[in-house]
Nanobody
Framework: HVQLVESGGGSVQVGGSLRVSCEVS?????????MGWFRQAPGEEREGVAT???????SCADSVKGRFTISEDNVKNTLYLQLNNLEPEDTAIYYC????????????????WGQGTQVTVS
């Protein structure tokens, strides 16, 4: 079965950087597919951060453009999110997710989710 496991979260000072990873197992990367990073802060709704599709096309939320970069290593079956110039507002649990199809408008279409990794900026 499909499993997504995030890692790499932690505590960092304002202006610092982190890279979070998401290892995918049990899935054959048939195109089209879409992988995404989402985050949820305490008391807030989950929001989309970035997506990447089977063609390597990426998109980012306006709030993280120029600071966060999504990428993938298909050999290692791993999705990454590089977080630079972090702000306190970036504090959240970061989740990766996988959708079998083109990147959807809504996050609830993603069928497979990881358990999340905490990022704290102070």
């Amino acid at each position: 079965h499909v499993q997504l496991v995030e890692s790499g979260g932690g505590s960092v000072q304002v202006g610092g950087s982190l890279r979070v990873s998401c290892e995918v197992s049990g899935y054959t990367a048939d195109k089209p597919y879409c992988m995404g990073w989402f985050r949820q802060a305490p008391g807030e709704e989950r929001e989309g951060v970035a997506t990447i599709d089977g063609n390597g096309d990426t998109s980012c939320a306006d709030s993280v453009k120029g600071r966060f970069t999504i990428s993938e290593d298909n050999v290692k079956n791993t999705l990454y999110l590089q977080l630079n110039n972090l702000e306190p507002e970036d504090t959240a649990i970061y989740y990766c997710a996988l959708h079998r199809g083109f990147c959807p408008e809504r996050s609830d279409v993603f069928a497979f989710w990881g358990q999340g990794t905490q990022v704290t900026v102070s």
